[in-house]
């Protein structure tokens, strides 16, 4: 199967600082594919370009049969990848189905459809269903991370590019969060996925590529990395 998301020989940074150095994946329909690394190895720069945050140096990057290199973010969401970023932005002071209701209103969808949508991120996460009517603000950490990727679903998206999810979530929740975007893969949505998890992150992930100062070290299917030898010494502490 041809990929859906591909990019090609990524040059990216800031002003002229070079930050990820000739990087390449490609991400398929109902594949997980997980960007790995320590802090500042250039994760999130990657999932910026990808979605239209920043305009990378050089290389490309297309979505099916689209050019998105350079593209504003805005259009990325209309050819249908939805990015997550880290943190969870949601509106505090807006309720749970607000924020959804936001969600889906770049689509200019029928009223009627967005519902649709909505149910079906309820019945994803039941929590949020329950909820709907309780201020952003005060759900916990892990309903506020289900809601900024509720809120991504509503759009029914092609790609989801998932940053961190699991940030500051109990093991819990993480598990939760992660296996939810495995079975959100299973389902057709292709999701790319950065993780300081790496161990829940290779549970889940068909391949992973690991990063190190922006370039990539070593890739392999979830399997092979989560049995990798320098994977266990590096990331998951030798045991
Ligand atoms: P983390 O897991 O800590 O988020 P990361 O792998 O996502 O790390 P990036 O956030 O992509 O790493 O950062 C890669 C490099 O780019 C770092 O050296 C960082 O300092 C630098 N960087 C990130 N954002 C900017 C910015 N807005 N301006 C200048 N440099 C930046």
Redesign the pocket.
């Known amino acids: 199967m041809s990929p859906l998301l591909s990019a090609q020989g990524l040059h990216l940074g800031?002003r002229d600082?070079e930050?990820v150095h000739d990087v390449s994946f490609d991400l398929r329909a109902g594949e997980v594919v997980a960007l790995l690394?320590p802090?500042?190895?250039?994760?999130?720069?990657i999932m910026k370009a990808v979605s239209g945050l920043i305009r990378p140096f050089r290389g490309t990057i297309r979505l099916g049969r689209h050019d998105l290199t350079g593209m504003a973010a805005h259009q990325v969401v209309g050819l249908g990848l939805r990015h997550v970023p880290?943190g969870r932005r949601v509106f505090g002071s807006m309720t749970v189905a607000e924020n959804l209701r936001l969600g889906g209103y770049s689509m200019r969808r029928r009223p009627a459809e967005i519902r649709t949508r909505i149910d079906e991120v309820y019945q994803l996460f039941p929590i949020l269903g329950q909820r709907s009517h309780q201020l952003a603000g005060t759900l916990s950490g892990g309903e506020q991370q289900m809601l900024a990727v509720g809120r991504a679903l509503v759009t029914r998206p092609q790609v989801l590019a998932l940053d961190e999810p699991s940030l500051g979530l109990s093991p819990r929740m993480s598990h939760e969060i992660l296996s939810t975007a495995r079975r959100l893969a299973r389902d057709g949505t292709a999701v790319l996925l950065?993780e300081?998890n790496i161990r829940e992150a290779l549970r889940i992930a068909d391949r992973a590529h690991v990063?190190e100062l922006g370039r990539i070290v070593l890739s392999g299917t979830g399997r092979e990395l989560a049995r990798d030898p320098r994977i266990e010494a590096t990331y998951l502490g030798g045991h």
């Open positions: 800031y600082l930050v690394g802090n500042g190895a250039g994760k999130t720069t880290e950065v300081q990063l």
